[in-house]
């Protein structure tokens, strides 16, 4: 970009749980402008949550879930010479929350139950008990990053 960076937009904290990190995961949930409709669908996920968790907050069970399906290393391709190398970098902290959320997000979209609200809320458990498919995501992408660690001295 030629000129400077572009400031950091203020996001506000969500009204129930008065946390940004709930909002942040609200924008990102959000399809088509309907923000009231994402904000329903994640306090419905949490409730069915607190149901099936009892001795669990739901708040700290999504904290730990969106936490465990957060990668570290991703890998890029980059071309050198003729080849194309998969090389593993490091991830800067606001881009490891956002895949973790997309991740979380996405595959939840993907399951095969009711409503968004049950699909979320049983990827969040399966997230916070280190299984479904964006934990799988995860470590796949830790694996990958391990198997081409020969080449981390390509870092651009």
Excluded: C
Aim: hydrophobic residues 40%; without cysteine; glycine residues 4%.
């Amino acid at each position: 970009m030629r000129k400077s960076r572009p400031k950091k937009r203020i996001i506000l904290p969500d009204p129930r749980f008065n946390d940004v990190l709930v909002s942040k995961f609200v924008n990102n949930l959000m399809l088509q402008g309907k923000k009231s409709i994402a904000f329903k669908i994640f306090y419905d996920a949490m409730d069915i949550v607190k149901d099936k968790m009892k001795d669990e907050d739901p708040i700290e069970v999504w904290k730990k879930g969106l936490a465990n399906v957060t990668p570290a290393v991703e890998v890029r391709s980059r071309r050198i010479g003729g080849a194309t190398f998969q090389i593993p970098s490091e991830i800067r902290p606001a881009r490891k929350q956002s895949i973790g959320m997309k991740n979380l997000i996405g595959f939840s979209r993907k399951r095969h139950e009711k409503s968004m609200a049950l699909k979320l809320a049983n990827e969040i458990m399966a997230a916070y008990r280190e299984e479904g498919a964006a934990f799988k995501k995860k470590e796949d992408t830790h694996r990958m990053a391990e198997a081409n660690k020969a080449f981390s001295h390509f870092r651009f």
